[in-house]
């Protein structure tokens, strides 16, 4: 099985040479306080060490062991308890945290890559920590100062962990049918009851409490949506730092499910349980959004963080295993089979699943760099373009980085023909383990329907074109640098701008036919995959630009890896842009033809 060795180098090219965090993070008061760049690239040391070394040998085990249940009681794999103590000690679950209550106030920029190769090393394992500091974000932006005083610093510590509870049995997607009852009481708070389902880290043996973050209605709530609030209900109550009772939630059982087994999924039970309400009441899902957008970003990096371990095990395994004769020059004559690298279908699986990681990996940088200029710059219109940015991307994010995590896998998986699907080889574990990212987090259907409704349609699409400008711009300052004649570089922006002229396009066709719901609902994943892929297109230009430049004062053979990726990618993979393209030029009237009762 191939051991994980973390991306460092791609890593710390895109945080300084194409995003140039140094300049970015000086600009920012708050960031230049709280980071500069040997402290970022030592910070990312640390957390490669502490993935590959205490992390990923967990992997195998917790997926063969599972998680178990009994009598309500959920047990983590063996290691998994011991493995926490050590993450949270490290001080690790605050990384991004609010320093006024412990956390470490590092950039989201710092925290993606983190979460990165944490999900390559061991999806299951990260779901825990992770839950808990979307929770955090959450209860730090809209929770009392109570609340705040006395969860939070145990919370980024890890001495408690977190859970968030949305689904119910009959009620996923469409959040507006929950059942779950907010009764108040006595005290100033409110009992909490009701039924959960699927709620990962709901129970777990990992820290002594956990402090589930619920959706529930009160007695008077307005129906659907607008009725929901959101409530802070910790599985044993807290009085002064303290746990005092237990109060009245419990897990009723466990799933047994395709991939992550050492995560816990559980039903949960909530009887008169003791809750606090977070924000208002009745805008309970806005509160909740901001750690399910949270959540959204991480789940995109689960797919980055299994693609690349697939891709590396592909690629040590693709140099190793013999088998067949090559042609040209790749090919070595003096043996009897070459090594599978040689063979043209499996360097192009092998190019799909890299381009596919750098690419999401230079796309998430992007995003969280956003997510800190919102967070901490002083310039409301830095602030205002970075707001809109981080809402249109986040559900491209999620939807394009997993359904690419999921291909990624599964070439890596292909590269080692029948091995690949045998347990041992640990790559038929990273296609089920990311399998789910498409899944939850609301579905990666209903990513594409919020970008293409939500974030495109309904507001006609200025947020778009914030994105758009900004990568015409982008050509234009190209087209006048001094890099302007570089022949290889043109190749790639002349590209890029067929490829935003097209989105441009296509985007305007989907204003025009947006007072259709069929047009929209039926189009809206072709739409994200184009946007995805135009995405791309710019990400890849920003990377070749910095790696010509770089390669100026050096000849590390990375740099120019970096551009045969990226031409590989204006090649073989733009193209599908344009495929997404002509299915939404020809219309859902295919799609809704057929009378329901004939499928
Ligand atoms: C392992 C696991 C862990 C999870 N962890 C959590 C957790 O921690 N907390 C939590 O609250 N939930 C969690 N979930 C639940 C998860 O978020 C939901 O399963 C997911 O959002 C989809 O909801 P659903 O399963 O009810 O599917 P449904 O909502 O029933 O959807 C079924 C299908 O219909 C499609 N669909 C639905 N509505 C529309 C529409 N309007 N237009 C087009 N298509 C539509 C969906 O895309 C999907 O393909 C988890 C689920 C799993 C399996």
Redesign the pocket.
Known sequence: MTEFKPPLEDMSFLLKNVFNVEQLWQGIPALAEAVDVDTAEAILEEAGKLASTLIAPLNRSGDEEGAKWDDGVVTTPAGFKEAFATFAEGGWGGLCGDPEFGGMGMPKMLGVLFDEMMYASNSSFTLYPT?TSGACLALNAHGSDELKNEYLPNLYSGRWSA?????EPH????LGLIRTKAVPNDEGSYDISGT???????EHDLNENIIHLVLAKLPDAAPGARGISLFLVPKINVENDELTTPNNVSCGSI?H?MG?KA?S?CVMNFDESKGYLIGEAGKGLACMFTMMNYERLSIGIQGIGCGEMAYQGGAEYAKERLQSKGVGPLRDKTKDADPIVVHGDVRRMLLTARANNEGSRAFALYIAKQLDVAKFSNEPEQVAKANSLVALLTPVAKAFFTDLGFESTVLGQQVYGGHGYIREWGMEQLVRDVR?AQ????????QA?DLIGRKVAANQGQDYNVFSDEVKAFISTFESSAQADNLRLVAMVEQLKTSIASLDELTQIILERSGDGNEL?GNAVDYLNAFGYASFAYMWCMTSLSAVEAQASSDNPYFENKLTVAEFFFARLLPKQQAYTNSIKAGVESIMAMPNDMF
């Not at 859970?163 to 689904?167: G, Q």
């Not at 959960?196 to 709901?202: M, N, R, V």
């Open positions: 839950l859970s968030m509870c949305l689904t009620s996923g997607t469409d959960k389902i699927f709620i990962t880290g709901g799933e499910k992550i995560s999924t789910i899944i939850y987090e609301g579905t990666n259907g209903i329907l609902n």
